[in-house]
């Protein structure tokens, strides 16, 4: 070992020995050590944990990386919702590999801080990556995101069971009300043009009446900041 102390440190652990070791602390002990671990040991507890009852996860603004999911996501089989919001170090391979272990994914949200995302170029990657491995997929949220109209017609294409979609802010992004009328009646779009589009809001609480997913009031407070103004306190622009 370097250094000569006879001591492996927690990130070169491999996932498994992580969970046999958490899974003999106490919550409190957990607790106790979760300021001094890195976030890959954090997330793998998380995931040993509860693994084999796991339906809904939410670990927005996380600093996970697509090698931490690659490693995890073969134990998240169970999983139907999943919030990885404003994670910047994650890309298309984290999600091919969710897709790819997660069968059962009904939801996702996906939603970008605008700050992370002004001046960049648009990457389908992560489209790519929901088109070929959700298909089951019922609600998508892809705030501020980078997606293309044609990264967008390829998850429409496979995605078939969409009901409800977040688009806002998705300013490279250009759908015809005409072919999603005649093609997806029964989907439901928030979309990048919030500012003109004030009737959306009525159509997200219509659909949250019969959702069967809980964003814990984001998205409504969302909403609420840009009908007021205050959207541009938190540096959250308006429609060009």
């Not at 919550?27 to 979760?34: K, N």
């Not at 999911?69 to 994670?87: M, N, P, R």
């Not at 069968?103 to 960049?120: Q, S, V, W, Y």
């Not at 407070?221 to 308006?238: A, C, I, K, N, S």
Request: aromatic share 8%; hydrophobic share 40%.
């Amino acid at each position: 070992m370097e250094g000569g102390d006879g001591y492996r440190h927690w990130d070169e652990l491999i996932p498994d020995a992580l969970g046999l070791i958490f899974s003999n602390l106490s919550l409190q002990e957990i607790l106790t050590l979760r300021n001094g671990l890195p976030v890959r040991i954090l997330f793998s507890f998380l995931v040993f944990a509860s693994a084999a009852s796991l339906q809904t996860l939410r670990i927005p603004r996380s600093d996970i990386s697509d090698s931490i999911v690659e490693q995890i996501a073969g134990k998240l089989s169970t999983i139907t919702f999943l919030d990885v919001s404003y994670c910047t170090k994650i890309s298309g391979c984290a999600l091919e590999a969710i897709g790819k272990h997660c069968k059962l994914l009904a939801g996702l949200c996906r939603n970008m801080h605008p700050l992370d995302t002004e001046g960049m170029e648009t990457q389908d990657d992560e489209a790519h990556a929901i088109a070929t491995m959700m298909p089951k997929l019922k609600r998508l949220e892809m705030a501020y995101h980078l997606v293309s109209t044609e990264g967008l017609l390829q998850i429409l294409s496979s995605c078939t069971e969409l009901e409800f979609m977040d688009l806002r802010g998705c300013w490279n992004v250009n759908l015809d009300d005409k072919f999603l009328k005649e093609s997806l009646p029964k989907l439901t779009v928030l979309r990048p043009l919030v500012m003109e589009d004030f009737y959306v809001t009525n159509d997200w609480e219509e659909f949250s009446d019969d959702s069967d997913y809980d964003d814990q009031g984001e998205l409504e407070e969302l909403e609420r900041m840009y009908e007021t103004g205050d959207v541009e306190l938190f540096g959250w622009y308006p429609s060009p």
